[in-house]
């Protein structure tokens, strides 16, 4: 890990990846992952999908919670094995059973996304959630609001997600805000949520200021015509 991240030596991918083979040669599940993150790719060393697959299942038939999830995403994102979701599903629930709230996390989208159960899709969310995962208490969120239509009980997991400055968070509440859902609507206080969300790194974010503002100035304008418009109305009603 010293020469993985250059803690107190100078960085050396190669001689990390020397140290941790030594120790996976001895069956040390931590080193197995972390040799499969190593060939994932990076400054030092070019990725080798094949190879990171290998350790990742190495790691997991060890029993390694992180083995099992990086393997799931293997089989997710078809990286160094061809893509099967139901074999990704399979290691996420393994490593979720295990306590990894990442796994968690990843199982409440691999159910909703699918539409095969719902019921399933919140209650791994929630789970994660409980225990502080940042993503899934965004995306608990995201379900009450698309799913349930309860946009109260959104507002409660956005604002959790936002305690730990989640920008998604942050972005979604800004829409609630902008549309009254679940809220009383507040144009102002929308953009300010929508800025935070591009402190924060958002992506478009910037852009779906950019269409709060414009629209916020249209209604601005609009709504100055009218009042013009109103005192005249009602002279030629008298008349």
């Not at 060939?39 to 080798?48: D, K, L, Q």
């Not at 990086?70 to 399979?90: K, M, S």
């Not at 940042?134 to 997991?157: C, P, R, S, T």
């Amino acid at each position: 890990m010293l020469y993985l991240n250059g803690w107190g030596v100078e960085k050396n991918v190669n001689l990390a990846l020397e140290n941790y083979k030594m120790a996976a040669a001895h069956g040390d599940e931590t080193a197995m992952s972390q040799i499969g993150f190593i060939f994932m790719g990076n400054e030092e060393i070019e990725a080798n999908p094949e190879q990171s697959f290998y350790w990742f299942n190495e790691a997991a038939k060890k029993g390694s919670d992180v083995g099992m999830y990086n393997l799931a995403c293997c089989y997710r994102d078809g990286f160094g094995i061809e893509v099967d979701v139901e074999i990704a599903a399979e290691w996420f629930k393994k490593s979720a059973g295990l306590g990894y709230l990442d796994a968690m996390c990843e199982l409440g989208g691999y159910y909703q996304d699918s539409l095969i159960d719902p019921d399933k899709a919140k209650m791994w969310y929630l789970k994660a959630a409980e225990l502080g995962h940042v993503e899934a208490q965004n995306k608990l969120g995201v379900f009450y609001a698309n799913i349930e239509n309860d946009y109260k009980e959104a507002i409660k997991w956005y604002k959790k997600a936002m305690e730990q400055d989640s920008p998604c968070a942050y972005r979604n509440y800004a829409f609630c805000l902008w549309n009254g859902d679940g809220v009383k609507e507040n144009k102002k206080k929308a953009m300010e949520m929508m800025q935070k969300a591009i402190s924060l790194g958002y992506p478009n974010a910037e852009n779906e200021l950019k269409e709060m503002q414009q629209a916020d100035q249209n209604r601005q304008y609009r709504d100055m015509v009218l009042d013009e418009i109103e005192p005249l109305t009602v002279e030629l009603k008298r008349i």
